[in-house]
Antibody
Framework: EVQLVESGGGLIQPGGSLRLSCAAS????????MSWVRQAPGKGLEWVSV???????YYTDSVKGRFTISRDNSKNTLYLQMDSLRAEDTAVYYC????????????WGQGTLVTVSS | DIVLTQSPATLSLSPGERATLSCRAS??????LAWYQQKPGQAPRLLIY???NRAAGIAARFSGSGSGTDFTLTISSLEPEDFAVYYC?????????FGGGTKVEIK
């Protein structure tokens, strides 16, 4: 059974850094297309970043140069390093996995809340 | 970026009624569209992919249609558990984008 469990969220001051983790089970993170999707409080969904099985990464424009997606194959865990955080980064961050060939989000974790505030 | 506009923002219906949700793209996305359902406090769940294919385990009362720029999600007869927010998402171009959502609420 596929499971995704995020952790690492919390309250952080503007300009600070935070690293989110997503522990995966039931499949290999290294062999799959993994993304982070976020949702600001009371708002819609926004794709943030993706890492392909081959290691290629992409980011939405608003986080380029500030966020870094990575994975640890030995721990079967996905990460999102978030630097230079801004108030507008406040959101629930979901870890997702694509099962089919198309770029949709088949599996989701429960999410972790990041609040950027002084 | 491709903008997805969902309408209406809120749909007030009774159980047993038919729900018709719309998603319009700012340019053609062929049939590269998915629909998700999100209940309060939960992660979204994939319902429909490639405009009209039901994901595994999704009830037959959910159906998707459309191509090009206009897409529809239909719930043939609303069950109590269907009252939720629904989002569309396109995979035609990067960045992947979502619509703003339609809330289906109990009338």
């Amino acid at each position: 059974e596929v499971q995704l469990v995020e952790s690492g969220g919390g309250l952080i001051q503007p300009g600070g850094s935070l690293r989110l983790s997503c522990a995966a089970s039931g499949f290999a993170v290294s062999s799959n297309y993994m993304s982070w999707v976020r949702q600001a409080p009371g708002k819609g969904l926004e794709w943030v970043s993706v890492i392909y099985s081959g290691g290629t990464t992409y980011y939405t424009d608003s986080v380029k140069g500030r966020f870094t997606i990575s994975r640890d194959n030995s721990k079967n865990t996905l990460y999102l390093q978030m630097d230079s955080l801004r108030a507008e980064d406040t959101a629930v961050y979901y870890c997702t996995m694509r099962k089919r060939p198309e770029n949709y989000f088949d599996y989701w974790g429960q999410g972790t809340l990041v609040t950027v505030s002084s | 970026d491709i903008v997805l506009t969902q309408s209406p923002a809120t749909l007030s219906l009774s159980p047993g009624e038919r729900a018709t949700l719309s998603c319009r793209a700012s340019q053609s996305i062929i049939s590269y569209l998915a629909w998700y359902q999100q209940k309060p406090g939960q992660a979204p769940r994939l319902l429909i992919y490639e405009a009209s294919n039901r994901a595994a385990g999704i009830a037959a009362r959910f159906s998707g249609s459309g191509s090009g720029t206009d897409f529809t999600l239909t719930i043939s007869s609303l069950e109590p558990e269907d009252f939720a927010v629904y989002y569309c998402q396109q995979r035609s171009n990067w960045p992947l984008t979502f619509g703003g959502g339609t809330k289906v609420e109990i009338k």
